[in-house]
């Protein structure tokens, strides 16, 4: 019973110390983050409902010729650049999403506690440490 014991407090140890802590600051354009701290991810969080819009501005009503209008726009020589864009987006989104982000500009410490209306983290770690955060 020891030895089990044991083995899983390594494990537990182990398993804690090897995620790194991390601070993510989820902001718009509208809210440039001005020299994060090293090591702090910036998610920029784009419109894509605009950004798809503006690959392909003009697509026909008739499916047959939206479909050939999708076809020559993902041939141009920029579509990879703006495709990997378009991605980028969406994963920008989903990751705000998963760390329980409501608005911005936020900055999530460890997807444990979010701070709202700044993108300084040293403000923000101020503000959760005097009990002004939302946790996701």
Known sequence: ???????SLLVLVFTASSVPAQTVIYTTPDHPVQAPEQGVVVQVLEDVAQLERSLFPTLSDNPQQAEQQARLRMQQ????????RLTRAYQAQMDARAAGVTRV????????????????????????????????
Do not use: C
């Open 1 to 7: 019973m020891t030895r089990h014991f044991f083995i």
């Open 77 to 84: 020589p920029d579509w990879k650049t703006q495709e990997a």
């Open 105 to 136: 500009p936020a900055v999530v410490f460890d997807n444990q506690s979010v701070v709202y209306g700044t993108t300084d983290v040293a403000l923000a770690r101020k503000m959760r440490d005097a009990g002004l955060e939302a946790t996701p």
